[in-house]
């Protein structure tokens, strides 16, 4: 199960990693991150990133997405 895939990885990654500042954890654990649809497999993986300090570089760049969609749209409709 996830939860259990999630478990292990903890575990590996406090045993076997010596900084996590220099840990990059990589792959699509297919999982819902906000809304609705969050389970505990989701939770588990949250404590993880937070634990571990790691960050989720998908959604920042979403983020960054989202402002820069915002800033456009506010210079369209001063223009139009």
Do not use: P
Not at 49 to 59: A, G, H, N, S, T
Not at 61 to 66: G, N, S, V
């Amino acid at each position: 199960s996830r939860i259990e895939f999630f478990k292990g990885m903890r575990r590996f990654i406090s045993n076997f990693t010596l900084n996590s500042a220099n840990t990059i954890l990589c792959g699509d654990f297919n999982c819902h991150m906000e809304g609705h649809s969050i389970d505990k497999s989701t939770k588990i993986l949250k404590d993880i990133l937070k634990y571990m300090e790691f960050i989720d570089v998908w959604q920042g760049k979403m983020e960054i997405l989202m402002v820069i969609r915002g800033v456009t749209q506010q210079i369209l409709q001063k223009v139009v």
